[in-house]
């Protein structure tokens, strides 16, 4: 497709379970984002990878979080040990570069952990 | 604390009128962007503005960079109900989004 496809577009999940969000970015772009985004906020950083390095992940809240982008193009974002407080919609974008780039989102993939 | 503050985080008005919102920061960024995001959906870009001062248009909406390069606003003419969603500002170097401004503009 032409844009960002994140799948699955919804997840419920129970607490302390393992639960894994795919981002397949738009082709070509070598920068990919992940935010989360709880109801009413706008979205949180999370993590930045150039090709297949995290270049910044300042934003990830705790080392149940992980994210993985082995060949520099689908991402993974991997969450251990579920808490309902992980329950939010994460995001992810890409862009062509880094800097002044235009961010394109994906729908987002909507976690519930019960 | 938010690196960003967007002022109003609410905002309804009825069709034909204008408004404007702001994003406030302590900080210098050397680009801002604005946002828009629909329900279920992502955000999507408007415009970034890169120079201090500048004033950008885009149909009835205008942008503007402040001078010390920590603050934009963006003024809606003669808004309609399309205009409808959640407005996000986003510091570029920081990749730090506001809390957003939620609009409302009832026909």
């Known amino acids: 497709g032409a844009g960002v496809s994140q799948t699955p577009s919804n997840k419920v999940t129970e607490k302390g379970k393992y639960v894994e969000l795919r981002c397949d970015p738009i082709s070509g772009h070598t920068a990919l984002y992940w935010y989360r985004q709880s109801l009413g906020q706008g979205p949180e950083f999370l993590i930045y990878?150039?090709?297949?390095?995290?270049?910044?992940d300042s934003g990830l809240p705790n080392d149940r979080f992980f994210a993985v982008r082995p060949e520099g193009s689908v991402s993974t974002l991997k969450i251990q040990r579920t808490e309902r407080g992980d329950s939010a919609v994460y995001l992810c974008?890409?862009?062509?570069?880094?800097?002044?780039?235009?961010?394109?989102f994906g729908e987002g993939s909507r976690l519930t952990v019960l | 604390t938010q690196l960003l503050e967007q002022s109003p985080q609410f905002l309804s008005i009825q069709e034909g009128e204008n408004l404007t919102v702001y994003c406030n920061s302590s900080s210098v960024f050397s680009s801002l962007q604005w946002y828009r995001q629909e329900p279920g959906e992502g955000p999507v870009l408007l415009v970034t503005?890169?120079?201090?001062?500048e004033v950008k248009k885009l149909k009835r909406l205008t942008f503007q960079f402040g001078d010390a390069r920590k603050d934009s606003s963006l003024h809606i003419t003669a808004a309609q109900p399309g205009d409808t969603g959640l407005y996000l500002c986003?510091?570029?170097?920081?990749?730090?989004f506001g809390q957003g401004t939620r609009l409302t503009i009832n026909p």
């Open positions: 503005v890169v120079t201090g001062g």
């Open positions: 986003m510091g570029a170097q920081k990749l730090v």
């Open positions: 990878f150039q090709g297949t390095g995290a270049a910044d």
């Open positions: 974008a890409s862009s062509t570069d880094r800097a002044f780039g235009e961010l394109f």
